[in-house]
């Protein structure tokens, strides 16, 4: 192996191609890496006339070609033994090795790499530059899956002064177009169909148009048509059947016209893959508890709370509130089982039957009775034992109130007053629960 070429420092061998050896070199004035493309003048004279034209027809292509999707030219050179190019040196695999591997990369991932080359691809037509050897080993995917065109060593560029030598075939068999085969003069379409052949290949591993020898490749190109890809790989899109068909059509007028076409139906597809695709990467995953309201408990009496301690809600809390928040019902509220309380302490139960019956059914339309209650299984008790008194510590009386006894006729007006004041109290409250109740079971 040499050691330099022209001033670049040879590092080693990476390939060889059909003109010659390719060589990973170093740039020394600007400490760049890049890749030395040679040709081997040690060629007869009409061989190197014709290579050496070739060449140099690369470098004019590559030298008008700025593309993110192609493979950028450096410097161009000349020894008494080789031609030589130095071109951006690509960290990646080929597409070639990445289909001969037998791990097809995804359905999204060829298109991404189909229609990055495609942009590339367009860009070239655009110049009036038609790449004729579109194929896997011209291809290179990068880190990051940026994919780049290469070796337009036999591109035609307008006016072109390289002669095609009779029987010379340019391209490789199995990814020319029908009119390449039969040696028609070609177009940007050319590449269309060879681009579809490689669409294809890495779809499924398979390529389209084979045989045992060339002229069998050449003439499947032309006389057969493949079936669709999904027919080998079930979990395609059925549009990526539609593309290869349309890209590998043998009549020009019946191939997709332009190559940006071609890659606009591509990026189309991949939008429909990432549409039926879950959003795995969403952090969003599940939905929020339900914030139905739960149903309201029984209480038992010995955690009721007086209804005088209800707060209030709404206008009234903002009213009588001075901090100006507004409270809530306290949870352990119930206004039903209140009024039962309320009834049995002032022995008020069979004034109140009828709307304890009535409570009792839209209580159990709503499913909030428990089964087993005393007061959904027997009426209220005709004198039910009166209610513990709170729990506040009562203050000790004085003596003399203690040692001296009301007279009889003012305990019985005092009895009296408070059992009259007690049913006002009841019906009020019972009134006013009847409305809570109410309220509760309609929201």
Known sequence: MISTLGRYKIIAEIGQGAMGVVYKAVDPIIDRTVAIKTINLNLSRQELEEYEARFQQEIKAAGRLNHPNIVTIYDVGKT?????????????????????????????????????????????????????????SNIMVLRGGIAKITDFGIARLPNSAVKTMTGLILGSPRYM????????????????????????????????????????????????????????????PPMLDLICAKAMAKLLEDRYQTIKEFADDLREVRRQIDSVRPAAALKATTAPPSQARPAAPIIPPERMVDTATIPLTGEA???????????????????????????????????????????????????????????????????????????????????????????????????????????????????????????????
């Open 80 to 136: 008494d033994q080789v031609a030589y190019m130095a071109m951006e040196f690509l960290e990646g695999q080929e597409l070639k090795d990445m289909i001969a591997s037998g791990n097809l990369p995804s359905a999204d991932q060829v298109v991404d790499i189909i229609a990055q080359v495609a942009d590339g691809l367009w860009f070239a037509h655009q110049q009036d530059i038609v790449h004729r050897d579109v194929k896997p």
């Open 317 to 443: 809390a903002a009213k009588d509130d001075d901090s100006g928040k507004a409270l809530s019902i306290a949870k352990g509220f119930d206004s039903f089982d209140a009024t039962l309380r309320l009834a049995a302490m002032t022995d008020q139960t069979d004034d109140f039957r009828d709307y304890i019956t009535a409570t009792q059914k839209m209580r159990a339309y709503k499913g909030k009775i428990e089964a087993g209650s005393p007061l959904a299984a027997k009426p209220a008790p005709a004198t039910p034992a009166p209610a513990p008194a709170p729990a506040e510590k009562a203050k000790p009386a004085p003596r003399a109130a203690a040692t001296t006894p009301p007279p009889a006729s003012e305990a019985a007006s005092a009895g009296g007053a408070s059992n009259l004041l007690a049913v006002t109290a009841i019906v009020v409250l019972a009134i006013v629960a009847v409305g809570l109740t109410l309220a509760l079971l309609l929201k």
């Open 177 to 236: 177009s029908p009119e390449q085969v039969i040696g028609k003069a070609i177009d940007a379409r050319s590449d269309i169909f060879s681009l579809g052949v490689v669409l294809y290949e890495a779809l499924t591993g398979i390529a389209p148009f084979d045989g045992d020898n060339v002229n069998a490749i050449m003439y499947a190109t032309v006389n057969t048509t493949p079936p669709p890809p999904s027919s080998h790989n079930r979990g395609l």
